[in-house]
């Protein structure tokens, strides 16, 4: 009976005393924290890899242990999730000639000669970031484009291939189409094209799937070469901003990320997409894995096909002719029963599926598709994706809502392409569907952001600068009020998107996108309020802190 009475006693004054939770072991405080859509608060605190408290809560978890940061009145939003880049490509195109700016073919035979110069006997001279709507008219052959003897003039031993800014153009020298052994009798591909002189001669430029016939003998990238490439994207990733990434990725780059977790120098979180084909829909199945299989740092289950190619190679898939050369609709790289297939075969194995489609022909016939699935399979919350549907059909917009499609959009695209996309398409399909974000998003789509880097730079800003002005990024404030701006978003909206709207995009939207109590505490500290500067200020915005699962990956906090 003592006893009793004694433990009672005990837990009665355990009621009036209660155990002071622990320590926050950061606190951000006298600032703007974006938690989510619509709710702001003046602090967080992290304990561990969560968020634990906002606002005066967060205040009173300072202990002797925590780093104090103080905000300065700065903006602290969730951790932006890129969702569409190709990080471990782009990381080993840091490492090989950047053609991106240039402006003549004398400008690029420069930057290749030199990379020639500095390489081994026998290398392949790679890179990436040509762009042939830059260059002179007079400087361009067949078709408005150049030519292999400019890379022979600055390369005439070393082979070279260079992929143009969407990559779905490839540019080789005479030394690379002998080794692929293409000449005038090799007959275009199924979903690619051989560009040709009057004689019949290949020009050196290969669209869409004809890359194959010189990519295929470029050397991979070895181990210490990708290893160090996905290092410098991490790097990049961290001072841009980037926690989490949806990135291509072959078994060589799951490999190599796995490694990099194991030493802890994995600084993103990767959702990985693997081929869309019906041996890799069977292995998932084999493996008894589905969408989003893994943990919190490395997951997989999201397949992904190519409908058609670019709007700047004019090879994305139209429904009508393009107004800048009506004798094409571009470029369809899988035919619809075959797409039907494997749509059909990856949702049916609870897979999430992503399809690159430009084209307003191409993104039908995904949407199509994925119907058809649902009609046979069943409506599931599958979340399969569109990747860029950059150019629509007013009748497919409010499909997307319908059919739980994601549109994964990447807003860089459409401040790159102003200068010539209404060329390519006419005023009134671009007004009708093209980099319809505002229409989308009234529709009620689920839309998600990303860069597609390194088709376009990493850094969010860009991304959110473009989605709020529609202006150029190399000429900011034109043109004046934005190109088509009916479809610009507020500055909430864009956040929103590359956080939450990501999250939800690859099923993660329970455990981040929100900076919410219980989150994981991925986080961005930049250096001024954006919401309290102009829009041409956006693109100055850089972090000053990144924080992923509660360590620093970036600090440069004053």
């Known amino acids: 009976m003592r006893l009793l009475i004694l433990l009672a006693f005990a837990a009665c004054a355990s009621a009036q005393h209660p155990t002071p939770p622990a320590p926050a072991e950061l606190l951000l405080r006298n600032g703007k924290v974006f938690v989510a859509a619509g709710s702001m608060a003046a602090a967080l605190a992290v304990r561990g890899d969560r968020v634990v408290a906002l606002g005066a809560g967060a205040e009173a978890l300072a202990g002797p242990g925590t780093r104090i940061v103080d905000l300065r009145g700065r903006l602290v939003t969730p951790g932006m999730n890129d969702a569409h880049c190709h990080l471990a490509s782009g990381g080993v195109a840091l490492l090989e000639v950047d053609l991106r700016g240039a402006a003549s073919l004398a400008e690029i035979e420069r930057r290749v000669r030199a990379s020639a110069a500095a390489a081994g006997h026998g290398d392949w001279i790679t890179g990436r970031g040509w762009d042939q709507t830059r260059l002179p008219a007079g400087e361009l052959g067949p078709g408005g484009w150049p030519t292999k003897e400019a890379l022979d003039r600055a390369s005439p031993d070393r082979p070279v291939y260079l992929r143009r800014v969407d990559g779905h153009t490839g540019w080789a020298s005479s030394r690379a189409l002998r080794l692929a052994r293409i000449d005038a009798r090799t007959p275009d591909p199924q979903g690619g094209e051989i560009v040709r002189d009057q004689r019949g001669e290949p020009t050196g430029i290969l669209?869409?799937?004809?890359?194959?016939?010189?990519?295929?003998?470029?050397?991979?990238?070895?181990?210490?070469?990708?290893?160090?490439?996905?290092?410098?994207?991490?790097?990049?990733?961290?001072?841009?901003?980037?926690?989490?990434?949806?990135?291509?990725?072959?078994?060589?780059?799951?490999?190599?990320?796995?490694?990099?977790?194991?030493?802890?120098?994995?600084?993103?979180?990767?959702?990985?997409?693997?081929?869309?084909?019906?041996?890799?829909?069977?292995?998932?199945?084999?493996?008894?894995?589905?969408?989003?299989?893994?943990?919190?740092?490395?997951?997989?289950?999201?397949?992904?096909?190519?409908?058609?190619?670019?709007?700047?190679?004019?090879?994305?898939?139209?429904?009508?002719?393009?107004?800048?050369?009506?004798?094409?609709?571009?470029?369809?790289?899988?035919?619809?029963?075959?797409?039907?297939?494997?749509?059909?075969?990856?949702?049916?194995?609870?897979?999430?599926?992503?399809?690159?489609?430009?084209?307003?022909?191409?993104?039908?016939?995904?949407?199509?598709?994925?119907?058809?699935?649902?009609?046979?399979?069943?409506?599931?919350?599958?979340?399969?994706?569109?990747?860029?549907?950059?150019?629509?059909?007013?009748?497919?917009?409010?499909?997307?809502?319908?059919?739980?499609?994601?549109?994964?959009?990447?807003?860089?695209?459409?401040?790159?392409?102003?200068?010539?996309?209404?060329?390519?398409?006419?005023?009134?399909?671009?007004?009708?569907?093209?980099?319809?974000?505002?229409?989308?998003?009234?529709?009620?789509?689920?839309?998600?952001?990303?860069?597609?880097?390194?088709?376009?730079?990493?850094?969010?800003?860009?991304?959110?600068?473009?989605?709020?002005?529609?202006?150029?990024?190399?000429?900011?404030?034109?043109?004046?009020?934005?190109?088509?701006?009916?479809?610009?978003?507020?500055?909430?909206?864009?956040?929103?998107?590359?956080?939450?709207?990501?999250?939800?995009?690859?099923?993660?939207?329970?455990?981040?996108?929100?900076?919410?109590?219980?989150?994981?505490a991925d986080l961005v500290v930049w250096d001024r309020d954006l919401f309290a500067v102009a829009p041409e200020e956006i693109l100055q915005a850089k972090p000053v802190l990144t924080v992923v699962g509660g360590r620093a990956v970036f600090d440069s906090v004053p």
């Open 207 to 520: 669209k869409e799937k004809a890359q194959l016939l010189v990519a295929r003998i470029v050397p991979r990238p070895s181990p210490d070469k990708l290893r160090r490439g996905i290092l410098a994207a991490l790097d990049l990733a961290a001072r841009s901003g980037v926690t989490s990434v949806q990135t291509e990725v072959d078994l060589e780059d799951l490999a190599a990320y796995r490694a990099l977790r194991e030493e802890g120098r994995l600084t993103v979180r990767v959702y990985g997409w693997l081929p869309l084909t019906l041996d890799w829909v069977r292995a998932f199945e084999k493996r008894g894995e589905r969408a989003a299989s893994g943990d919190a740092w490395l997951r997989t289950g999201l397949l992904k096909a190519y409908a058609d190619g670019t709007l700047g190679s004019r090879t994305a898939w139209m429904l009508e002719p393009y107004s800048d050369d009506p004798s094409t609709l571009g470029i369809r790289r899988i035919a619809p029963d075959e797409m039907d297939a494997l749509v059909l075969a990856a949702d049916r194995a609870g897979l999430q599926v992503a399809v690159h489609a430009i084209g307003d022909a191409a993104n039908r016939m995904v949407l199509d598709a994925v119907e058809r699935a649902e009609q046979k399979n069943g409506r599931r919350d599958a979340r399969h994706r569109i990747e860029h549907a950059q150019v629509l059909n007013g009748a497919d917009i409010p499909r997307f809502a319908a059919l739980g499609v994601v549109a994964s959009l990447q807003p860089t695209h459409a401040t790159s392409d102003l200068r010539w996309a209404e060329a390519r398409i006419g005023r009134a399909r671009a007004e009708e569907g093209a980099y319809a974000w505002r229409k989308l998003l009234d529709a009620g789509a689920r839309i998600a952001f990303g860069t597609d880097f390194s088709v376009e730079p990493l850094p969010p800003v860009e991304g959110i600068y473009s989605a709020v002005t529609r202006q150029s990024r190399e000429f900011p404030g034109t043109p004046h009020g934005g190109w088509l701006p009916s479809q610009r978003l507020s500055l909430q909206e864009a956040i929103e998107l590359y956080t939450e709207g990501s999250a939800y995009a690859e099923f993660q939207e329970a455990d981040k996108g929100t900076l919410e109590v219980g989150k994981l």
